[in-house]
């Protein structure tokens, strides 16, 4: 049994987690914008974080309440991270954004090289 007491959350305005009943978790559930932390294309990645209003596992004792996912163009999950805190999935989501950016510029570069030596055989 989880040691966090209660089952329901909802993500106020300023973005603190309080305790709600199964109607405000549902409700906030069917709106996105209240949820969403944020999300970003990065290439043909879409990097999406969430307040998901149940929790998801405990880290600790506290409820995991956040999750970011990262799907690829036919909807697949790349990976993924969850999170207690909104801090912590604003800081996950913006260090998935990083990684993903810096494996493009790095794939960039290789195939900018590769070409360069083609043009110079």
Request: hydrophobic share 35%; proline share 2%; net charge positive.
């Amino acid at each position: 049994m989880s040691s966090y007491k209660n089952y329901y959350y909802k993500l106020t305005k300023d973005k603190q987690i309080v305790p709600a009943t199964m109607l405000e978790a549902c409700e906030q559930m069917n709106n996105l914008e209240a949820r969403l932390v944020g999300r970003t294309t990065v290439n043909d990645l879409c990097i999406s974080t969430v307040f998901l209003t149940i929790p998801h596992g405990s880290v600790k004792g506290k409820p995991l309440l956040f999750e970011t996912l990262v799907f690829d163009k036919a909807g697949n999950e790349v990976a993924g991270n969850r999170y207690t805190n909104y801090e912590e999935a604003l800081e996950g989501h913006n260090k998935f954004i990083d990684t993903y950016r810096k494996q493009s510029r790095g794939f960039f570069s290789r195939l900018l090289y590769i070409l360069k030596q083609l043009m110079s055989s």
